[in-house]
Structure formats: structure tokens, C-alpha cells
């Protein structure tokens, strides 16, 4: 199965999951990010002490590894990669399902109380798959990188690469697809280009609603996602 193909049959499937959610769940669930998102991070300043950096992964129902243990979610599984190379970062994992770029550009002040080394912006999905117009998320992601980096300029980030079916418009798949190399290329970050390569569409590596990675492709994920971010802790650790 081509790669268009598999995105057209994941999409499918995550647009009956997205229009079929309890609105309440869901804002539920962002309500209540914030304290789960510190449990792993209780003393702030902690890393300056040992000299760990925090890595902050920040993003909706694919960072937080739905329907899923949190230690089989692709952050918790970088974490392991880290720990058996013995690089000095501590992950952590901001993600809440059904985030937007909106929601996101709301909830980051809050996560930014602690210091943040490294930015993992997994975002947009739920956007794509909305309709959103790609210039109100581009202009999000954006808003939501400068918030970072004014807490810390020297802050690293990487940018995680997303995209939507042809179903939703020829015109507005390819705008949405581009906008990610568009602001990483802006930004100077480092790009994901598409985080669910080889997931997506693969119904074995996919739970019973056909969107959310299983075990198995959350490790997927974590390849990908350690393709990019490797590079970008060993050059500075």
C-alpha cells in the first residue's frame, strides 16, 4: 500500500474517531494535562542540580500514547533510548488528547513555569483533520515556538511533521503538508517530516478505532521520532 493510501484510509477512520468523541471527554482530558504533565517533574529545578535537561514533549493523543500504558507512549520509549546511552536528558510528556493548535498555544504558558531544554511540537493533526484553515495553525505553531524560545533562547526544538488526506482537498492536504517544512524552515528547527510513517493505514499497528498507534507502532513512532531528536541531543549533551 502506497503512502498516500495508507494516510487516506487512516484519515478516513480518524474523522469518524474525532466527530464521534464526547466534546466533555475531551475537554476534560485538557483540563486535567497540566497536573499529570508535572508528576514527572516535581522539583523544577532539579535537573539544574545534576545536570539533566528536560526534554518536553508536547502534543495531542499520539505523544500521550492513547488507550495505552504511559511507559508505551514513543516519549516514555525515547526516554529508555536516552537512558541506555547515558545521555543526560529527562523526558517528559505534555500530551493531551484532542488537542488543537489553539489549545496548545493556550496550555503552553502554564508547562513553561519549569525550565525546557528541548521543544518536541507534535501538533496540528486534530486541525487537519477539522478543516482548520492551515494559516490559523501555521500561525499557532509559530506562536507557540516563540513563547518557548522567549523562556529560554538557547532552547532546542524539533517539529513533528503531519499529514491529512487528498479527501479534504488536493489544494488544502498539500498547504497543510507544507506548512510544517514551511515554519521549521522559518524557525530553524528540526522536522519530523511525517511522524506516522509507516503507521499509518497499517491496521495491525493501529488499536480498534483505526487512528491510535498500538504498542507496536508506538515503537514505530519512536524510530521516527529518534531519527531526528538523536542528532540533536548528542550534538549538544
Given at each position: ?62 505523544t500521550a500514547g492513547y488507550g495505552l500504558e504511559p511507559d508505551q507512549a514513543f516519549p516514555a520509549l525515547i526516554q529508555e533510548r536516552i537512558d541506555s546511552l547515558g545521555l543526560p536528558y529527562k523526558v517528559i510528556n505534555a500530551g493531551v488528547s484532542g488537542e488543537t493548535t489553539a489549545g496548545g498555544k ?132
Amino acid at each position: 500500500m502506497t503512502i498516500e493510501k495508507r494516510i487516506i484510509a487512516y484519515s478516513i477512520a480518524a474523522l469518524g474517531v474525532i466527530y464521534g468523541c464526547n466534546e466533555a471527554d475531551t475537554t476534560r482530558v485538557a483540563e486535567e494535562a497540566p497536573s499529570k504533565a508535572t508528576t514527572k517533574s516535581a522539583q523544577p529545578n532539579a535537573g539544574e542540580e545534576t545536570g539533566t535537561q528536560t526534554i518536553l514533549f508536547f502534543g495531542n493523543s499520539l505523544t500521550a500514547g492513547y488507550g495505552l500504558e504511559p511507559d508505551q507512549a514513543f516519549p516514555a520509549l525515547i526516554q529508555e533510548r536516552i537512558d541506555s546511552l547515558g545521555l543526560p536528558y529527562k523526558v517528559i510528556n505534555a500530551g493531551v488528547s484532542g488537542e488543537t493548535t489553539a489549545g496548545g498555544k493556550s496550555r503552553i504558558d502554564w508547562l513553561l513555569k519549569q525550565p525546557v531544554d528541548v521543544f518536541v511540537l507534535e501538533l496540528g493533526a486534530n486541525d487537519g483533520l477539522r478543516g482548520i484553515p492551515t494559516e490559523q495553525s501555521y500561525s499557532n505553531l509559530k506562536a507557540i515556538i516563540e513563547k518557548v524560545r522567549a523562556k529560554n533562547p538557547d532552547v532546542r526544538i524539533v517539529l513533528a511533521g503531519m499529514q491529512i488526506p487528498p479527501s479534504m482537498g488536493q489544494k488544502y492536504a498539500a498547504q497543510f503538508r507544507e506548512m510544517y517544512t514551511r515554519i521549521a524552515e522559518e524557525e530553524d528547527v528540526a522536522l519530523i517530516p511525517f511522524l506516522l510513517e509507516g503507521v499509518a493505514g497499517q491496521r495491525e499497528l493501529n488499536q480498534e478505532d483505526g487512528i491510535h498507534p498500538t504498542v507496536e507502532g508506538q515503537k514505530i513512532l519512536a524510530s521516527n521520532v529518534w531519527e531526528v531528536l538523536q542528532p540533536v541531543l548528542e550534538k549538544e549533551a
